[in-house]
């Protein structure tokens, strides 16, 4: 783990590889999968069996569309499509020059397959634009692996000849939150500030009333749909929050609970909600300097060295937020309104980055900066009139 007093370094640098916690509940034979499917960085694949097509000896997900085009839909809209976005490709066409290890740490969640690591012997540049692909969670070594069916059986097993990509071994495993931990969870020993892990997420969840009932799938994979929608998603952030608005002589209150995100709202250091109040004029217009803001969310330094506050609703809290009647005195209007800022902190970063000299990334990072910017939206909105 590496932190530099100057420069920036980049976004989840420096962390340990390898499993987190012990899961616990798991039992040890989706537990010894769990480990084997999720050994990173990922093994290659070898080469392919004889009796293969060229559809079947394809790792990019547009061969498994022509058989399976429904979940390709799905993946192609979703975050994980585009984990190779402009904000990390620039920023590692920068670090493979001047930091090659911990560019190659990137591609562990990023693009996880090792055919998409340049410097892999069957290293695929076409390969590695496409993310977090099919063949990241369902292929190794040219086994494919799945859930059980819907009615809970493994019947099929593989190899068997004449069925595409000689069948599917299925397992359980695919329907725990643990299946999505090494990802979306630092281990033990990794980046932590204010005692905290920089990355949370799945113990967040364990800690939580969620994980008695819902997995992270039941959420964000509904139906087995290949959604992963969150923070990104308003009608996703809207099912996350219970909004109440009361209305007093003396004050006007909103409280958001957290009542559907099945960890803390948000879960990572980059989103945040500002919850503003303002008075209006009778144009509609907001008188200035009557605007009053809270933040939820955790905010940290820039180069990850110091967490500045932590406001994110646990599962089940709640944040009230009262605006005085009194500010400016007596205001015939006052408007309340919640704005999701997904990718706030890195429309700081990006920006910082850009300004200290991005060097061979600059290009991308200028279009990563525009879509954070642009990725902002309104969840809430209310006018209140005076009583
Ligand atoms: C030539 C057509 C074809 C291609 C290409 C193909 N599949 Fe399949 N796939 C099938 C068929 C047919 C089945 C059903 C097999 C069975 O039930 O044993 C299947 C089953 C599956 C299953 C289990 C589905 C279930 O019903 O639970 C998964 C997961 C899967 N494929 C993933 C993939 C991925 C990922 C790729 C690309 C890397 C891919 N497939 C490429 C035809 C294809
Ligand atoms: C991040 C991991 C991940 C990626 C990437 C991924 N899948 Fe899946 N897939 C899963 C999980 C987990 C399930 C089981 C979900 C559940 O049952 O809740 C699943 C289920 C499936 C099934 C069975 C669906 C059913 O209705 O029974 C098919 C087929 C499949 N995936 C194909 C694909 C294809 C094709 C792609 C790429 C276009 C893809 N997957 C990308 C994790 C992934
Ligand atoms: C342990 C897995 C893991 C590793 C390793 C990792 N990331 Fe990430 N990264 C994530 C996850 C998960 C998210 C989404 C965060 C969330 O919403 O919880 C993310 C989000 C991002 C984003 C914001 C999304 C975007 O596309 O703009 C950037 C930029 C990023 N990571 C860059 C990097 C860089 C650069 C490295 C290597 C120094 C790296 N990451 C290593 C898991 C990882
Ligand atoms: C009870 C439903 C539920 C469960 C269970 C759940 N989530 Fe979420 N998740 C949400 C909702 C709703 C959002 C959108 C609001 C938010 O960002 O917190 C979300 C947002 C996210 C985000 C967006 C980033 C951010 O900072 O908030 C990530 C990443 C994520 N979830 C991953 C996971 C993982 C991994 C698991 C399992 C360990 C999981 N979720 C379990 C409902 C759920
Ligand atoms: C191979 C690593 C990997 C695995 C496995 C994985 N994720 Fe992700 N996930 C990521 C990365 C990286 C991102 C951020 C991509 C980006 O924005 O660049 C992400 C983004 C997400 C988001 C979107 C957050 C947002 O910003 O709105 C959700 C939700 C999510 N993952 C849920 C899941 C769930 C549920 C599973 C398990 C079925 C899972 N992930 C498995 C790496 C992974």
């Given at each position: 783990m590496r932190r530099r007093a100057l420069a920036i370094p980049a976004l989840c640098l420096g962390l340990v590889l390898g499993a987190a916690a012990?899961?616990?509940?798991?039992p040890p034979d989706l537990r010894a999968f769990l480990e084997r499917h999720w050994r990173l960085p990922l093994a290659l694949q070898g080469a392919p069996p004889r009796s293969f097509g060229p559809l079947e000896r394809s790792l990019h997900p547009e061969a498994c569309a022509a058989c399976h085009p429904l979940q390709y839909r799905d993946w192609n809209d979703s975050i994980h499509a585009v984990s190779m976005g402009p904000g990390v490709s620039g920023q590692l066409r920068e670090m493979r020059r001047t930091e090659p290890a911990q560019a190659q740490a990137c591609?562990?969640?990023?693009?996880?397959l090792a055919e998409q690591r340049?410097?892999?012997?069957?290293?695929d540049p076409t390969l590695s634009p496409k993310g977090i692909a099919c063949a990241s969670c369902h292929v190794r070594n040219w086994r494919w692996f799945g859930p059980p069916r819907l009615d809970g059986t493994l019947s099929s097993t593989s190899p068997?000849?004449?069925?595409p990509h000689g069948g599917v071994t299925r397992t359980p495993a695919f329907l725990r939150a643990e299946f999505c931990r090494d990802c979306h969870q630092f281990p033990p020993g990794g980046l932590s500030l204010n005692g905290k892990l920089l990355q949370d997420t799945y113990e967040e969840w364990k800690a939580g009333p969620a994980a008695a009932s819902l997995q992270c799938q039941d959420c964000h994979m509904p139906a087995r749909r290949h959604l992963w929608r969150g923070i990104h998603d308003p009608e996703m952030v809207r099912s996350a929050i219970e909004f109440t608005l009361t209305d007093e002589p003396d004050a006007v209150t909103l409280t958001l609970r957290n009542?559907?995100?099945?960890?803390?709202?948000?879960?990572?250091?980059?989103p945040r909600l500002v919850v503003s109040g303002e008075a209006l004029d009778e144009e509609g217009r907001a008188i200035p300097g009557s605007r009053r803001e809270a933040v939820i969310g955790r905010a940290v330094t820039l180069d990850l060295s110091r967490e500045l506050f932590d406001t994110r609703l646990a599962p089940g809290q709640s944040a009230v937020v009262r605006y005085p009647r009194s500010l400016p005195s007596d205001p015939g209007r006052i408007r309340l309104r919640v704005v999701v800022e997904p990718d706030h902190f890195y429309v700081l970063f990006f920006a910082a980055l850009l300004e200290r000299g991005a060097g061979a990334g600059e290009t991308e990072i200028r279009t990563a900066l525009a879509a954070a910017r642009a990725s902002s939206f309104v969840v809430f909105e209310r006018e209140v009139r005076a009583p």
């Amino acid at each position: 783990m590496r932190r530099r007093a100057l420069a920036i370094p980049a976004l989840c640098l420096g962390l340990v590889l390898g499993a987190a916690a012990a899961p616990g509940e798991v039992p040890p034979d989706l537990r010894a999968f769990l480990e084997r499917h999720w050994r990173l960085p990922l093994a290659l694949q070898g080469a392919p069996p004889r009796s293969f097509g060229p559809l079947e000896r394809s790792l990019h997900p547009e061969a498994c569309a022509a058989c399976h085009p429904l979940q390709y839909r799905d993946w192609n809209d979703s975050i994980h499509a585009v984990s190779m976005g402009p904000g990390v490709s620039g920023q590692l066409r920068e670090m493979r020059r001047t930091e090659p290890a911990q560019a190659q740490a990137c591609y562990t969640c990023h693009a996880p397959l090792a055919e998409q690591r340049p410097g892999s012997s069957a290293h695929d540049p076409t390969l590695s634009p496409k993310g977090i692909a099919c063949a990241s969670c369902h292929v190794r070594n040219w086994r494919w692996f799945g859930p059980p069916r819907l009615d809970g059986t493994l019947s099929s097993t593989s190899p068997r000849d004449g069925v595409p990509h000689g069948g599917v071994t299925r397992t359980p495993a695919f329907l725990r939150a643990e299946f999505c931990r090494d990802c979306h969870q630092f281990p033990p020993g990794g980046l932590s500030l204010n005692g905290k892990l920089l990355q949370d997420t799945y113990e967040e969840w364990k800690a939580g009333p969620a994980a008695a009932s819902l997995q992270c799938q039941d959420c964000h994979m509904p139906a087995r749909r290949h959604l992963w929608r969150g923070i990104h998603d308003p009608e996703m952030v809207r099912s996350a929050i219970e909004f109440t608005l009361t209305d007093e002589p003396d004050a006007v209150t909103l409280t958001l609970r957290n009542r559907g995100a099945g960890h803390k709202l948000p879960t990572y250091v980059t989103p945040r909600l500002v919850v503003s109040g303002e008075a209006l004029d009778e144009e509609g217009r907001a008188i200035p300097g009557s605007r009053r803001e809270a933040v939820i969310g955790r905010a940290v330094t820039l180069d990850l060295s110091r967490e500045l506050f932590d406001t994110r609703l646990a599962p089940g809290q709640s944040a009230v937020v009262r605006y005085p009647r009194s500010l400016p005195s007596d205001p015939g209007r006052i408007r309340l309104r919640v704005v999701v800022e997904p990718d706030h902190f890195y429309v700081l970063f990006f920006a910082a980055l850009l300004e200290r000299g991005a060097g061979a990334g600059e290009t991308e990072i200028r279009t990563a900066l525009a879509a954070a910017r642009a990725s902002s939206f309104v969840v809430f909105e209310r006018e209140v009139r005076a009583p």
